[in-house]
């Protein structure tokens, strides 16, 4: 005798959504555990009040905040602040270290998400930072079509 065996379900996948407000002491709670736990940068939520007021912060001119949420849980964010002149910062880019990789392409999507949104509000440059602890983001973001560009050249906000 035989048994249909049920279909297997498919896998859920992470989602990028717009900065809602229930979400924010998860989004903090995850950044400042990447900042402080995986690489012992000595920074609290205190220390970030952007986080605590991403709607005000984030979300003016051509500025948004996203981030990635599977099964209930928020996997990783990106932020790009308006600095004006048709630019923007690019910030708060951070994925929890089990969703890294092509395997969930978490950041790609963020990225991707935050690029889609520059070009449709006319943004001519985004700048990003990292610091030197950072260098696997270096080869994703230099992948991505950044550039590295002298300290000097940085617009004056």
């Known amino acids: 005798m035989f048994e249909e065996k049920p279909a297997a379900k498919p896998k859920a996948k992470p989602a990028v ?5 229930p979400y924010t002491d998860s989004i903090g709670a995850m950044i400042v555990s990447i900042q ?4 012992g940068i000595p920074i609290t939520l205190a220390d970030q009040p952007d986080l605590q007021n ?18 209930g849980q928020v996997v990783g964010s990106i932020a790009l602040l ?5 630019q923007a ?3 708060k880019m951070f994925v929890a270290k089990e969703f890294r990789g092509r395997e969930h392409g978490v950041a790609a999507m963020l990225l991707q998400t935050l690029i ?42």
């Open 116 to 157: 889609e949104w520059a070009r449709t509000h006319q943004l001519a440059e985004i700048y990003l930072g990292t610091t030197a602890q950072f260098l696997a983001a270096h080869r994703f973001y230099e992948k991505h079509g950044f550039l590295e560009i002298d300290r000097s050249t940085l617009p004056h906000a």
């Open 54 to 71: 991403i709607e005000q912060f984030y979300q003016n001119g051509a500025g948004n905040f996203w981030f990635a949420e599977y099964c």
């Open 82 to 86: 308006d600095i004006g002149r048709q």
């Open 17 to 21: 959504r717009a900065f809602e407000a």
């Open 89 to 91: 910062a690019l910030r």
């Open 36 to 39: 402080s736990e995986e690489y």
